[in-house]
């Protein structure tokens, strides 16, 4: 595409220096947002135009209004429901049409918690749209990696998170996705400096996210609180405008929220009825309730933990490849040793060990962890020791010394922890652990919260100091090493277990 360089710079010293009175200006005619979406936002799955459901329409309305003086009654815009719902196509809908209906040099930004959620959610959708779109409308746009540019001078760009770098902007519209994920001061910063610009004849702000986690989310509570105090907008819709804060908020949970015609019916209640047993509890209700989650909750529910147990009974412990999970500390914790094993995609716990500090007193791993894991290299096929490095790093070195065949893995506490956690809480749910019923195991899984770290990761965290959890780390860390190793195409495990009376083997 190639744009007209003096044309863009008439249209920009008009803008400047403009020859009509300000007050007219600000009256100018835009399309409406419905009927401009549905003439010209082409969705890739259909190569058509989208078709809003009513909800939408209504939502987008009550967005785009504007007082007599021409200027939107609300600045700030909310839109959370629930996961699935077209957040992500309604807010890049907007977008468009900002840059395409606003007038000529409209400025338009995505963001998100970090630059690849800015490129890839609305501004991708807009994207997809304009490969979608006729050829005519293509080429009005000049669509680049991070930033399209459209005859009339208006751009979409996403960036990154930097608020220095964007203060003093001159933004129409930004998107901001997410919003729960902004937790940090420089994202913080960022959303305070690209506040919608009063100079502008029209300028907004557009959030669109689910529920995110009290205490933790507090740019998003402050805004969603905001947006409750406001005035019932619709009678059906949880749509409120707070004209105080120039906000308008649709906020819409629970079951309620489901209003998208796929959500309906058989083919919605197979999709929630899966994801209530593949997610963890937490992460469900944020994603599928929009309802707000604590910081920290029960990483498992004693009831699922209890429907795991079973009668498990090996027949030739010798043949039966094994890894250890061993968390350790000298005084102020346990120490847990726990051996699992595979079988297909269920990872089973064979037997666990936890060891108390004498009061006062230290931890012997000479009279604990050694004649312990000594017995079990003894007793079955142990391929692997996973262990935390912080205490025992020297002792598992001499022992890798003494077991050259055993891969002793100092296992990672940071970003591989978060996986193993997060898997355990997975294969819980799902059903893919089995356990013997161990009761300080299982004393130990009650202590146990989840601290959600990101979207979807979850951390295993004590509920109380005084609450030990070490034997649920040391499951989890033997489980992900176990796993690792036994779902590689070069080996499979040979075994021979008994679940009940189901015999097994391979």
Known sequence: MTINTQVLAERWAERVLPKVDKGDSLKQD??????????????????????????????????????????????????????????TTISGLYARWAAECWGDFQEVYNLGNKFKQAKQRAFKAIQMSLFSAPPAVRKQWDLQATIMTHTSGSIIEALPISAAGEAGGNQ???????????????????????????????????????????????????????????????DELPIYGNDAASLCAYIDTGEAARRMAWQIGEIGEKYYAEQALTEDPINFRRHHLNEWAESQEQLIALPLWDRLEDDIQIDDPSKTDVVIGIDASVSGDCTALVAVTVDGQQVIELETHVWQPPTNGKIDY?????????????????????YDPYQLHDLMTRWSKDYPHIEFYPFPQTGERLQADTALVGRVNQGTLTHTGNQVLRQHVQNADGKPSGDKAIRIVKR?????????????????KASELFNKPSGIPVMQIRVKDRRVNR
């Open 366 to 386: 000479s009279q604990t962890i050694e004649p312990q894991l000594a017995a079990a290299i003894g007793r079955y096929r142990v391929v692997a020791v996973a």
């Open 464 to 480: 109380e100091n005084n609450k030990p959890v070490d034997a649920v780390v040391a499951l989890s860390m033997a489980a992900w």
């Open 172 to 234: 129409s519209l930004t998107v901001w996705t997410e919003l729960w994920g902004f937790q940090y001061p420089e994202a913080l910063l960022m959303y305070d400096e690209l506040k919608p610009v009063p100079t502008r004849a029209l300028s907004q702000r557009f959030v669109d996210t689910y529920a995110g986690f009290k205490g933790v989310s507090t740019l998003l509570e402050a805004i969603w609180e905001t947006g409750l105090k406001g005035q019932r907008l619709h």
């Open 30 to 87: 835009i399309p409406d947002v419905v009927e401009w979406a549905e003439e010209n936002f082409f969705l890739p799955e259909t190569k058509r135009p989208i078709q809003l459901a009513k909800h939408q329409k209504e939502i987008l309305r009550l967005f785009s209004q504007r007082d007599a003086d021409g200027r939107f009654k609300y600045t700030t815009l909310l839109y959370s429901t629930i996961k699935k719902s077209g957040k």
